[in-house]
């Protein structure tokens, strides 16, 4: 099992014309500093949300857990620029990617 702390992160609904449900995973990014490269990660699919003070826990299909701080939900420029890659060629395959607004209750969504 991993665990990530990502510096920023979002929440992505992904829907298929499939007739599937739908499935929610965090979209990771971490900004490289001066010597550093950004870097993102996207989780396999949660399947279980916490909240323990300010931070939202997201448990992901394979076991790995993304402690998200409250605060940070945004992605950084590197990040929107590799969403805007994977959403086109979703759409493309009947796929949809939606962006979840923050004030979303990340508690009350039935993931499973």
């Known amino acids: ?6 510096d920023s992160w979002i929440v992505i609904k992904i829907t298929s014309n499939k007739g599937t449900p739908p499935c929610h995973k965090v979209f990771a990014t ?4 001066y010597a550093g490269a950004d870097k993102w990660k996207l989780n396999s699919g949660i ?9 939202y826990s997201f448990e992901g299909s394979s076991g790995s857990v993304y402690h998200c701080h409250k605060d940070c939900y945004r992605t950084n420029l590197y990040g ?16 949809t990617i939606e ?9 009350g969504i039935n993931y499973e």
């Open 30 to 33: 971490w900004n490289g500093g």
């Open 80 to 95: 929107t620029g590799i969403l805007h890659n994977l959403i086109g060629p979703a759409e493309a395959q009947g796929v």
């Open 47 to 55: 399947i279980k949300a916490s909240l323990v003070e300010n931070i």
């Open 99 to 107: 962006i979840l607004p923050e004030q979303t209750n990340w508690l």
């Open 1 to 6: 099992m991993s665990t990530y702390n990502p």
